[in-house]
């Protein structure tokens, strides 16, 4: 038997109360699966969900030789930087006859790039008027009170402002931090944009986005002068799919990455001495607070109650994770331009 035949990929989802978005996650894994089918791929929910990522982590350990830890999750906030490296500390100290290895989250990359990008030219092509210099990019992300969590969504939406010739392309949270869509719309509105397109930064449904489409079709009714599109969230696009296969043959091969050294262990550590153990059992409803530097792991925005172990998230966590944009219209502009210097960008 060799190597790769005794290697486990364990798919880790972040988990919906919304069964409709772990229902794609498993649908996900399944097509996953087929396009794979020499590769042995089990899947877990960090929450809300089963199978719960502990208790199958340590069940893939007791029944391989070797571990693969995949994350389906976009941003990097508590969930990846801490739960995900502590899970795989225990089943280690459980199972130390098997090697157990962690990919990095998905990130904001140019793959995902190349879908926000194909989102916006399919959302222009709706509109009646596909003007980039009258249409407002909002790219609209779950938000987290980790801030290099909603800095990779800043970076993605910059990233789609400087390939594209929209000259207003803004950054809009559904909770946790700010802005807000509303506000962003408001703004756009008094720069004198004629429609808008709403870029939800997700992977799956759930109750965000259908929280999502709700407001857009709100702003629809407060604006009536200014047409909305709205794209879906993306992720069956075969770009996820070359992304995870990537994450897998990186492990296999020993390649290093440099945005999790060792396992997330310096943010854990950090954590740990600050008295920041994650014990679900804390509230981050509020405004988010800045960290000083290397305290940017902030347990990502969770809502639980207080007293009692039960989720109850402030808002769902929805797939644009836990823990954060581009664009294209009526015709393709992969190439960089510059930009009218007379405009707002």
Not at 71 to 93: C, D, F, S, Y
């Amino acid at each position: 038997m060799n190597q790769v035949s005794k290697d486990t990929i364990l798919i880790v989802g972040h988990g919906s109360r919304e069964d409709s978005g772990n229902q794609e996650i498993r649908e996900f894994t399944e097509q996953w699966r087929a396009r794979r089918p020499d590769w042995r791929i089990e899947l877990c929910f960090i929450e809300f969900a089963p199978p719960e990522m502990n208790a199958a982590l340590l069940s893939a350990a007791r029944s391989s030789r070797r571990v693969l830890v995949v994350p389906l999750i976009l941003n990097a906030a508590g969930h990846v930087k801490m739960e995900i490296p502590e899970a795989i500390e225990q089943a280690r100290l459980a199972c130390p006859q098997t090697e157990i290895l962690l990919a990095p989250h998905l990130t904001a990359c140019d793959p995902i790039l190349a879908i926000l990008k194909r989102r916006l030219r399919k959302a222009m092509n709706a509109l009646d008027m596909p003007d980039p210099t009258t249409t407002g990019v909002v790219v609209l992300g779950r938000g987290s009170s980790d801030r290099g969590a909603n800095g990779e969504m800043a970076k993605m939406a910059r990233w789609l402002l400087e390939e594209g010739d929209h000259e207003l392309v803004d950054l809009a949270f559904t909770g946790i931090t700010w802005p807000r869509l509303e506000k962003v719309v408001q703004r756009h509105v008094l720069l004198g944009m004629r429609q808008i397109v709403v870029l939800p930064y997700y992977l799956y449904t759930g109750t965000l986005m259908q929280r999502i489409h709700r407001q857009v079709e709100h702003l629809r009714v407060q604006y009536p002068q200014v047409r909305f599109a709205c794209s879906e969230h993306f992720g069956f696009e075969k770009e996820i799919f070359e992304l995870m296969d990537q994450r897998v043959e990186d492990l296999r091969a020993g390649v290093p990455d440099s945005r999790l050294p060792c396992d997330g262990c310096t943010y854990r550590v950090i954590a740990h001495d600050l008295g920041h153990g994650h014990s679900h059992a804390h509230t981050h409803d509020h405004a988010p607070h800045d960290h000083a530097p290397g305290q940017e792991h902030a347990h990502e925005d969770h809502a639980h109650a207080h007293g009692d172990h039960a989720h109850d998230h402030a808002h769902d966590h929805d797939h644009a994770h836990h823990d954060h944009a581009h664009h294209d219209h009526a015709h393709d502009h992969d190439h960089p331009h510059a930009k009218s210097e007379s405009h707002p960008a």
